[in-house]
C-alpha cells in the first residue's frame, strides 16, 4: 500500500524560475494539503484541496504561489518567480474522509532550493 | 500567544530514562490532537492521536488536560531510536493542522 508520493525530493532552483512540486496522496485518499517548513521552524498549512476543487488557500502566499488537484493525475504546487526566501521543505498530506478532522498522512516532501 | 507552544529543547536523556513534553494551545474548541515524530529532514510520521482524556501505546502515553488547555507526551525507557523531533498538533475547527515548532529528545548510550 503505497504512502503519499512527492517528487522530486530535492529541486534547486535559481531565482526567477518555476518551481513546479507533485503529490499523488495515498490510495483511497481524496484529500491533499500542503504544508511548509521553513528551516528551525514548525510545518505550515498552505492550502487543502480535493479533486478539482480549492477547499481553502488561507495560508498560500497571495502572489506567485498556486495549487491544483485536478480529476487526473496528482496535485500540484507551483511557485512561479522564485525568490531566495521561498528556499524550504514543501510537505503533501492526504486524508480518507470528510472533516473534521481525519488523521492526515505525509509525504517525504520536496525539498526546493533557490540559488 | 502562538496557537501551539511546545519547549523546543534538546532533552538529552540517558537509554531507558523516562522523559515527558508539555504542549499548551490556544484554541479551546479543539476536539482532537496529535503527536507526530519528525527525523532529521523527512516527513512528519503520526505517533499518536488523543481525542479523549489520553491515549497509551506501548512505552508512549499522551494525556489531555482541556481545563488547563495542555497536552503531554510520556516516553517511558527511552530506546537510542526515540531521538527525533515530537511535534504537537492541535487542529483548528475542521482540517487544519496546526503544528508546534516541535520539542526535540536526544537519547544517548
Known amino acids: 500500500n503505497a504512502g503519499v508520493m512527492q517528487n522530486p525530493r530535492h529541486l534547486v532552483r535559481r531565482r526567477g524560475q518555476e518551481a513546479r512540486l507533485r503529490c499523488s496522496p495515498m490510495k483511497g485518499h481524496s484529500h491533499v494539503y500542503w504544508y511548509r517548513q521553513l528551516p528551525e521552524e514548525g510545518l505550515k498549512f498552505m492550502v487543502y484541496l480535493q479533486k478539482e476543487n480549492i477547499i481553502d488557500e488561507s495560508g498560500m502566499p497571495k502572489e506567485r504561489f498556486s495549487a491544483e488537484f485536478p480529476k487526473e493525475g496528482p496535485s500540484i504546487l507551483r511557485i512561479q518567480q522564485v525568490v531566495r526566501g521561498d528556499s524550504a521543505a514543501y510537505f503533501c498530506a492526504s486524508s480518507p474522509g470528510t472533516p473534521p478532522i481525519y488523521e492526515q498522512y505525509f509525504g517525504p516532501g520536496t525539498r526546493l532550493t533557490v540559488t | 500567544r502562538k496557537e501551539v507552544e511546545q519547549d523546543p529543547g534538546p532533552f538529552n536523556v540517558p537509554e531507558g530514562a523516562t522523559v515527558a513534553f508539555n504542549c499548551t494551545y490556544s484554541n479551546s474548541a479543539s476536539q482532537s490532537f496529535f503527536w507526530y515524530r519528525q527525523d532529521c529532514r523527512k516527513e512528519p510520521k503520526l505517533l499518536m492521536s488523543v481525542y479523549s482524556s489520553g491515549n497509551e501505546d506501548g512505552r508512549f502515553t499522551a494525556q489531555l488536560n482541556r481545563a488547563s488547555q495542555y497536552i503531554s507526551l510520556l516516553i517511558r525507557d527511552s530506546k537510542l531510536s526515540d531521538s527525533a523531533t515530537y511535534l504537537c498538533?492541535?487542529?483548528?475547527?475542521?482540517?487544519?493542522?496546526?503544528f508546534g515548532s516541535g520539542t526535540r529528545l536526544l537519547v544517548r548510550p
Open positions: 498538533v492541535s487542529p483548528d475547527s475542521s482540517y487544519k493542522l496546526i
